[in-house]
């Protein structure tokens, strides 16, 4: 049986496969001998969007991938591209630190099974035979191998030619590289919990459940979801769903789900509305027998205390303003005739403000006054 590989690399919007999406696939199929059998790529539209910092990475905008189909279309594709693990061996450039665990999440939440392929970091493979830096770029530009822009296919392109370099050059390296498996990773999909059977039951993958869930960024708070896989990750279980509040799938810790009830249609809900109505109605119309002597008519407002002294300030305060306005004439008159027109408009600005503040401060009084004496 002949061996094949699979040189592949993913670019993804960040590091961490648990909190950050695939956002493309690239994948060369070769021989040992060099010659390409078959390549793959695909730009995916993530759930969430994509932050500056990834995009200058990879140069993949929003823009790029606003029409093109969910990571739930095309792993399929890609696993069914990558062949039988019987035969075909994986390679990538920090298989164990990166992609490993991109590909492990990726199937997982999606329930499908973890690919049981050999998977070779060429990472180790370069840190056999040459020294020093291993970045993917560093190394291609050491063995004189031509590099494209940073994209997934043209990555796996440059792995390819970095194995085959140095694996024909060093094939006792070759021989004696570890291998990984995506299971190594922790994470495996698992069955639905207690709370899910009866979603389960139904096989509707559009059916909608309303969780009460205890963690995340909104504690405490209803969300309706649309299940789709469940995952256990270093011990702890996972539901990774279509959350209508947000719009896109999350992953929610399935310990932090306090209930979880399925979600009626529509139609039912309006019946059950009208039957609550029809039970409100008829508590609200049990009134007094006689009306009259629950509803009076409201009386007139006395005068109070608080009313008289208002009016004294008003009277007051418009007393002091035609003072001020008369004294404020004549300065105006001094003014001009010692500093001209410029003197006289920034009089009239001081005086202004002084009418703004003052109205601020008569309300604030007649608030004072109202908090007092009621």
């Not at 063995?143 to 792995?159: E, T």
């Not at 389960?200 to 969780?211: F, K, M, R, S, Y």
Request: with cysteine; glycine share 8%.
């Amino acid at each position: 049986m002949n061996t094949t590989f699979i040189a592949f690399d993913f670019e993804t919007t960040g590091l961490h496969p648990m909190s950050a999406e695939i956002i493309e696939i690239g994948a060369v199929k070769f021989d040992a001998k060099g010659k390409v059998l078959g390549t793959f790529k695909q730009l995916i539209k993530p759930a969430g969007g994509i932050q500056p910092e990834a995009e200058a990475v990879n140069g993949i905008s929003a823009a790029m991938v606003a029409n093109c189909p969910s990571l739930h279309q095309v792993l399929p594709r890609f696993i069914q591209f990558i062949g039988p693990p019987q035969q075909n061996v994986l390679i990538a450039h920090n298989a164990a630190k990166f992609d490993i665990g991109f590909l492990a999440v990726a199937c997982a939440r999606r329930g499908l099974p973890l690919p049981e392929h050999r998977i070779v970091d060429s990472i180790d493979l370069c840190q056999a035979c040459i020294p020093p830096p291993y970045n993917l770029a560093s190394v291609c530009q050491r063995l004189g191998i031509a590099m494209g822009a940073h994209r997934a296919l043209s990555d796996a392109m440059a792995v390819m030619r970095i194995t085959l370099r140095l694996g024909s050059k060093y094939p006792r390296a070759w021989e004696n590289l570890p291998t990984y498996y995506a299971e190594a990773f922790g994470i495996t999909a698992i069955e639905p919990p207690a709370e899910f059977v009866e979603w389960e039951a139904l096989g509707d993958p559009n059916q909608e459940v309303e969780i009460f869930y205890a963690g995340g960024s909104r504690p405490g708070q209803k969300r309706r979801v649309i299940p789709k896989s469940f995952f256990e990750y270093k011990g702890r279980e996972y539901m990774t769903a279509f959350c209508l509040q947000d719009g896109r799938t999350k992953t929610f810790a399935v310990d932090d789900i306090v209930s979880a009830e399925m979600v009626e249609d529509e139609e039912e809900d309006s019946e059950d509305f009208v039957e609550v109505s029809g039970f409100a109605q008829d508590m609200y119309s049990r009134q007094p027998e006689d009306v009259s002597e629950s509803l009076q008519a409201p009386t007139k407002k006395r005068t109070s205390l608080a009313d008289i002294f208002l009016v004294i300030i008003g009277v007051c305060f418009a007393g002091v303003i035609i003072v001020v306005l008369l004294m404020a004439f004549g300065f105006l008159m001094e003014v001009q005739e010692v500093s001209g027109d410029l003197g006289v408009f920034l009089v009239i600005g001081i005086f202004l403000a002084a009418l703004v503040l003052g109205n601020a401060a008569y309300h604030l009084i007649n608030a004072v006054i109202e908090d007092i004496f009621g």
